[in-house]
């Protein structure tokens, strides 16, 4: 009897443990800290190449293939944002029928990418990812966006990706081929960067966002050193003149990569040197070691969970 009262305590004293570190925000409270509000969000579109267009709402950046074939998209926002989306490929010329988008390209499964799922699987849309991204939208998890935490509730089976690949995958679609494309762990482990040849562009996901500092979710496997080779090997592929659609903010161009690839390598070298000599982990943020790329990439305090991010990648 005495030692179930212990076991008892003993688990008590774990659960209460547990929420205590789990201090994750509710979706609501998490739209109100971005100051993201579905009611009042309104989807804008920006001609890319021939039948290839960026969608704007809010969330990730959407990439829409319009066509003979139908419609394929890259990233799906949130469900809220689906009959917007929606609407807004109908005013585009897609051959939608009753609204319908034949295909969804995950780049990752953190939510702000692919909760559209929620609405899009059921209605049939068919779902592909990287392994790792169905994986993990299988399973949920905290998101530790060091500013804030949210834990993205597992996806029921109809909004999971039915077709998944590892390394490369390419498809014939409307014309053109589109390839996607794995290059290991970098925002997260299951990340895609998706190719329209026939257009000269590329969707990055979060590995390459236009909107500040990025995110390397540490806690999902991502890695700076990943992020640096992903872009690298995504550049490896494109033509000078190729279009960017960012998983967040505007289309910018390789010159813009090849700038932020630069930033990531000298802030993570910045980092590695000064745990190098010992510092902690308050010491490495408090040495203010982005100041000279925060007019380009976001205020000083837009850096300090990047630099977290990158001190946590560089000591895991
Ligand atoms: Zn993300």
Same mark, same amino acid.
């Given at each position: ?37 579905? $009611? ?12 290839l267009?960026?969608? &704007?709402? +809010? ?8 066509g ?22 109908? @005013? ?5 029928? @009753? ?13 702000d ?20 991204? =169905?994986?993990?939208?299988? =399973?949920? *998890?905290?998101?530790?966006l060091? !500013?804030?935490?949210?834990?993205q ?25 589109i390839?996607? !494309? ?14 329209f040849? /026939?257009?000269?562009?590329?969707h990055?996901?979060d590995?390459?966002?236009?909107? /500040? ?5 540490? $806690?999902? /496997?991502g890695d700076?050193? /990943?992020?640096?080779? &992903?872009c690298?090997t995504? +550049? ?17 161009d ?5 700038a ?14 000064? !745990?190098?000599? *010992?510092?902690t982990r ?18 000083? #305090?837009? #850096? ?8 946590? #990648?560089?000591?895991?």
């Open positions: 009897m005495n030692a179930t009262k212990t076991m008892i305590a003993a688990a008590l004293v774990w659960l209460v443990g547990a929420a205590a570190a789990d201090d994750a925000m509710s979706l609501d409270e998490l739209l109100e800290r971005f100051g993201w509000d579905f $009611d009042t969000a309104v989807v804008t579109t920006e001609r890319v190449g021939d039948g267009y960026a969608l &704007f709402g +809010l969330g990730g950046n959407v990439a829409v293939s319009i003979a074939d139908g419609v394929l998209i890259v990233d799906d926002q949130f469900p809220e944002m689906v009959p917007k989306m929606r609407a807004a490929i109908e @005013a585009l010329g897609g051959e939608t029928g @009753a609204g319908e988008i034949d295909y969804v390209i995950n780049t990752h499964w953190h939510f990418h692919a909760q559209g799922n929620l609405a899009l699987g059921p209605a049939g849309t068919r779902i592909l990812s990287h392994a790792n991204a =169905r994986r993990d939208m299988a =399973r949920g *998890g905290l998101i530790n060091v !500013i804030a935490k949210y834990r509730e597992p996806y029921p089976e109809d909004a999971l990706p039915a077709i998944t690949y590892t390394r490369r995958m390419g498809l014939r679609f409307n014309g053109e081929q390839d996607l !494309i794995h290059a290991g762990p970098a925002h997260t482990t299951g990340d895609t960067a998706v190719i040849r /026939g257009q000269n562009a590329v990055f996901g590995v390459f966002i236009t909107t /500040g500092y990025p995110f390397v979710d540490v $806690d999902s /496997g700076i050193d /990943g992020m640096i080779e &992903f690298r995504v +550049l490896d592929e494109l033509p000078e003149d190729a279009v960017v659609i960012p998983g967040h903010g505007r289309l910018a390789r010159a813009a990569v090849e932020y690839v630069g930033m990531l390598e000298t802030v993570r070298s910045r980092v590695a040197d000064l !745990i190098d000599q *010992g510092k308050e010491e490495v943020i408090a040495a203010k070691i982005t100041a000279d790329y925060d007019d380009t990439y976001g205020l000083e #305090s837009a #850096s300090l969970g990047f630099v977290d991010r990158v001190y946590a #990648s560089l000591t895991r």
